[in-house]
C-alpha cells in the first residue's frame, strides 16, 4: 500500500520525515562508531552531489562534481580512521597532494572557458559540505575510543534550535531576522530556538557527562549562533540559484543541504571551541 503524501499539511509531513529521521540518526550514533560512519558518510555524499547539481543549474558552471566528491568523501573517511588509531596523521598530508590533481585536471579540460572558476567552484563543495562533516571525526574519539554523546549531543541541539525557531516563529514572529535572505525568520523564532536550545543543552548536561557543562552550554550557544547563520548561509545560495529548497527528498524539509545547513557552519566552530576547551 503506497502512502499519499499530498493528503497531509507541510507541517504534518515535516514532523513525520523528522521524527523518521532522527531515529535513524539517534540509533546510528548510539549504536556504534561503524553505524555512525555509514551513515554520516552517505548523508555527507547525498549533500555534496545536491550541492554541485545545484551549481550546474544555470549551465555556465562545470565543477569537477565526481573528483570533488571523492575529495570530501576521502577526507571524511580518513579522519574517521586516523582518529579510530588505525593509521597516523602524517596521510592527511596526502588529502592535499590528491587535492591538487584538480589543476592537472581542468588542464586537459579543452572546453572549459572558465578553469579557474570552476576550480573554486570544486573547491567549495569540498570545504562548505564536505570539511566540516569530516572535522566531527575529530572530536568522537578520545584515545582511540568512540563516544556517541558529542554528535548525539550536538543533533539534539540543533534539533532544538530549529524546532523552537519554527514553532516560536510561527506563533509570535513579528520581526524580520534578515528580510533580505529569508523573509519567513524572525527575531522572536530565532529567540524562541535560543531559548529552547539552551535548555536542551542543560538537560544533556545531567544525562551526558563526558564533557563539563560549561562546554554543553558553550555548545548551545554556538548552535544558537553559528547554526542560525548557517541557516542564512544556505538561503543565500538557493536565492542565488533561484530556488526554494536544495531539493525533494526530505518530505517538508526539503534536501539535504536543507537539513543540515546549520551543522555545515557549526560544525567548525563546535571542534575549534572543544579542541581549545581541553587547554582550560
Request: net charge positive; glycine share 10%.
Amino acid at each position: 500500500m503506497k502512502l499519499d503524501l499530498n493528503k497531509f499539511s507541510e507541517l504534518e509531513k515535516r514532523i513525520m520525515a523528522g521524527g523518521i529521521g532522527a531515529t535513524v540518526l539517534i540509533n546510528a550514533v548510539y549504536w556504534s562508531e561503524w553505524s555512525y560512519f555509514i551513515v554520516f558518510l552517505l548523508i555527507g555524499l547525498l549533500a555534496q552531489v545536491e550541492f554541485y547539481q545545484l551549481l550546474g543549474l544555470e549551465g555556465k558552471r562545470f565543477p569537477l562534481k565526481s573528483f570533488g566528491t571523492f575529495v570530501g568523501m576521502l577526507m571524511f573517511i580518513l579522519t574517521f580512521i586516523v582518529e579510530r588509531g588505525e593509521l597516523p596523521a602524517i596521510v592527511y598530508y596526502w588529502v592535499f597532494v590528491i587535492l591538487s590533481g584538480v589543476y592537472f585536471i581542468k588542464l586537459y579540460v579543452k572546453t572549459d572557458l572558465k578553469p579557474f572558476a570552476n576550480i573554486a567552484f570544486t573547491f567549495l563543495g569540498i570545504i562548505y559540505v564536505a570539511l566540516p562533516f569530516a572535522l566531527l571525526n575529530t572530536v568522537i574519539f578520545e584515545g582511540e575510543q568512540y563516544h556517541f554523546e558529542v554528535v548525539l549531543g550536538c543533533l539534539l541541539l540543533l534539533w532544538a534550535n530549529d524546532s523552537g525557531a519554527y514553532f516560536s516563529g510561527r506563533l509570535f514572529g513579528k520581526r524580520k531576522l534578515f528580510l533580505r535572505i529569508s523573509p519567513k525568520k524572525t527575531w522572536e523564532g530565532s529567540i524562541g530556538g535560543g531559548l529552547l536550545s539552551l535548555l536542551v543543552g542543560y538537560g544533556i548536561s545531567h544525562f551526558f557527562g563526558y564533557l563539563p557543562s560549561w562546554q554543553w552550554f558553550g555548545i548551545s550557544l554556538i548552535i544558537v549562533v553559528a547554526g542560525t547563520y548557517g541557516d542564512l548561509v544556505e538561503s543565500l545560495f538557493k536565492r542565488s540559484m533561484r530556488i526554494k529548497d536544495s531539493g525533494d527528498v526530505i518530505p517538508g524539509h526539503g534536501g539535504f543541504l536543507d537539513r543540515f545547513d546549520s551543522l555545515l557552519l557549526a560544525a567548525p566552530f563546535i571542534v575549534a571551541f572543544l579542541k581549545t576547551a581541553k587547554y582550560f
